[in-house]
């Protein structure tokens, strides 16, 4: 069967999910910045016609995009979560997945941390702002069940611990980045909780 054949009878949400999936490999491979709608178009050997029947501005995309990342994300820290025996189980469990997401999908930090994404679309910023906002006050909500069941220090502040928590993640995206290969991301994430989880648990007042 003829390839373009084959792609015409992709419905509206199957199309738009192949080009929400290639803008984040373009992401990855050539830098957020630096990805062009021909870029999207050639990958899926279509015009950059076919792409805006689809998405009225490649804006509209990255949105797209968010709300793709959004989703799955979520998914995946829920079930990490699932199997936990405690809420601070749950909370490294979800740490160590989120890790492995983005070592999946390396594109990810560049779109969440992109400066020209965020000064161009409002919406998008405002998109990220709710996916951290949301995903710090999940983490804290877990940190007041553990200080309810002293698991955590009972004058933890849970709000910060938690903004501590997505800045470690940024750290530790950062330096694999950075280090280009010499570190692995996971090996580091798995050193690195341990000393987050330190810090809050709740001491023994024994000598």
Do not use: C
């Not at 080009?19 to 373009?26: E, F, H, K, P, S």
């Not at 076919?50 to 799955?72: G, S």
């Not at 090996?187 to 809050?200: M, R, W």
Request: no cysteine.
């Amino acid at each position: 069967m003829n390839q373009e054949v084959a792609k015409k009878r992709l419905s509206s949400e199957e199309r738009q999910e192949e080009i929400i999936r290639v803008a984040v490999d373009l992401a990855a491979e050539k830098g957020v910045d630096n990805v062009t709608t021909q870029n999207m178009a050639d990958a899926m050997h279509l015009t950059q016609g076919a792409i805006f029947r689809h998405f009225a501005t490649k804006d509209d995309i990255w949105v797209a995009v968010m709300q793709w990342i959004r989703e799955r994300l979520m998914n995946v820290l829920s079930k990490a979560a699932a199997d936990a025996t405690d809420p601070l189980d749950a909370i490294q469990r979800m740490f160590l997945a989120h890790i492995a997401f983005i070592s999946k999908h390396p594109a990810i930090p560049r779109l969440l941390f992109s400066e020209l994404l965020h000064k161009k679309n409002s919406k998008l910023r405002h998109l990220i702002q709710e996916i951290i906002s949301g995903y710090e006050a999940r983490i804290a909500g877990l940190l007041e069940a553990a200080k309810s069941q002293s698991l955590v220090s009972a004058d933890l502040d849970s709000k910060s611990a938690a903004v501590l928590y997505i800045g470690m993640i940024q750290g530790l995206v950062m330096q694999a980045s950075i280090f280009s290969g010499k570190r692995s991301l996971l090996q580091e994430a798995e050193k690195t909780f341990p000393i987050f989880l330190y810090g809050i648990r709740k001491r023994s007042n024994a000598a």
